[in-house]
């Protein structure tokens, strides 16, 4: 049951990953600057939910508080765009 | 041991459907025609998929782990519906306006006079 467990953990893994070289291809097409600055937010979360499953493959507990961090330097990040993106600067 | 086996059929479940709605999402975000549609569809199933997957990995975690992964969970379903908002009325007060009508995809989006 263990083993079948990772090798669903590794297909998923596989699956995130296809997923996630179609957004960059819509981050390198995209557009506007709107559609990059979203497949960028999406990239985010999955790189979180692969920190996640990386955890639970090789038993690092410790890469939940790396997914974590991610976070929210992922939501930081788009907030800033956006916000340069409406005002024209961060101040 | 009924109750482990329990708790991994939940977890594989939770764990498949997450991933489907991340698939949809990204469907979503390669096949929809401008901004405004593409963060209806990405939003949404990724912070469904995210959480489904964080919850689910949540029933086969030691109890710390899980209340990290459930506090990141929580984490996601609050930030991500504030930045798809953010980056909408950012892209609407710069000016894109919404694809009406039969204009094909690559064209929609643009900013208008």
Known sequence: MEDFAQNVHLVAVILILVMIFFCLGRAIVGPTAPDRVAAINMIGVKAVVIIAFITFIFDYLYYLDIAMVYALMSFIATIGVAKYMEKGALD | ?113
């Not at chain 2, 009924?2 to 975000?29: D, K, M, R, Y």
């Not at chain 2, 908002?85 to 009508?101: C, D, L, R």
């Open chain 2, 1 to 113: 041991m009924v109750w482990e086996i329990i708790s991994i059929v939940i977890s594989l479940a939770l764990i498949t459907g997450g991933v489907f709605f991340l698939g949809v999402g990204v469907v979503g975000l390669v096949r929809l025609p401008d901004v405004y549609t593409r963060l209806h569809a990405t939003t949404k199933c990724d912070t469904m998929g995210g959480g489904m997957v964080l919850i689910g990995l949540a029933f086969q975690a030691d109890p710390i782990s899980a209340l990290k992964l459930v506090f990141i969970a929580v984490f996601i379903w609050i930030t991500n519906p504030t930045a798809a908002h953010v980056i909408a009325k950012a892209s609407w007060i710069t000016g894109f306006m919404p694809v009406q009508g039969e204009q094909k995809s690559q064209k929609g989006g643009m900013p208008v006079e």
